[in-house]
């Protein structure tokens, strides 16, 4: 197929490669602009726009997808299928009814679970077993078009939304080109998706990190899995900032927030206790918790979230 794909981070990088590998024509690829990165605000282009200029594939960056630019450039490739894979911009109906097999999206949730942009984080906050891929028929709505193409996978214990994103972005690759495959012989039937059992899984912010300690030892386990490896899950000891970047589930009571135990370092949660593995208190760097309490030594009772 011609096709013109969209798409911006990382995420989406294993979906192109996968369509240039497969022999689809790629005539153009639409990504978000560059933007400042870092202490030093350097301009940066997305992980997307690098893949497709080693690739040697026309790049679109355009601010907006309103107004006659993008659907020029649209219609003068004239493609056959427009794929979107976490490009961050919404579609407008002109140009998802444009090609001839509409505009398909790689979104790595099950839907109807998880519309919106963070379905993956929140699949391991809420300590689901399974997560997956959709390949979807793009509507107007976010994320609630008419599904062609799902298949799951599972989410272990200590998996983290980072670990996700990877085995996702890779299932998107094989999918999409299955589905591809599959679109052009007829052999999808799109099935609608049932209302009642959509979730949406907001923008993450920095307000969602912070640890509430009454909370069961699964739900904070959960809750770092999920903001690794942003924007990280975190507490206060001694009035500083402390990210907590690993952590598993303990054995032990207490009062919650409280220091139970430090060969390992455990505190107490609302319900059971959890084992904090890796730590970064604020100006110190990033260090395993035998190691941090060389430095910092912590005693039994002393609480964290104060």
Sequence with gaps: MK??????????????ESLIDAGHEIAAVFTQPDKPRGRKQVLTPPDVKVCALRRQLPVYQPKTLRGGEAMDIIKSVQPDCI??????????????????????????????????????????????????????????????????YQRSIPIGIDDTAESMFEKLSDLGGEMVVEA??????????????DEALATHAPM????????????TAFEIHNLVRGLYSWPIA????????????????????????TVIDTAPLTVACGEGAVVIEELQLEGKKRMDAKTFLIGHPLHLKERLGE
């Design 3 to 16: 096709l013109i794909f969209m798409g911006t981070p990382d995420f989406a990088v294993p979906c192109l």
């Design 83 to 148: 794929v979107v894979a976490a490009y961050g911009k919404i579609l407008p109906k002109e140009m998802l009814d444009y090609p001839h097999y509409g505009c398909i999206n790689v979104h790595a949730s099950l839907l109807p679970k998880y519309r919106g942009s963070a379905p993956i984080q929140w699949s391991v906050i809420n300590g689901d077993k399974e997560t997956g891929v959709t390949i979807m028929q793009m509507a107007q709505g976010i994320d609630t078009g008419d599904m062609l």
């Design 180 to 193: 591809l495959d599959l679109l052009e012989k007829g052999e999808l039937t799109p099935v609608k998706q």
């Design 204 to 215: 993450l912010n920095k307000e969602i990190a912070v640890i509430d300690w009454s909370k």
């Design 234 to 257: 975190q507490t206060v000891l001694h009035d500083r900032k402390l990210k907590i970047y690993r952590t598993a589930v303990g054995k032990g009571s207490g009062e919650p927030g």
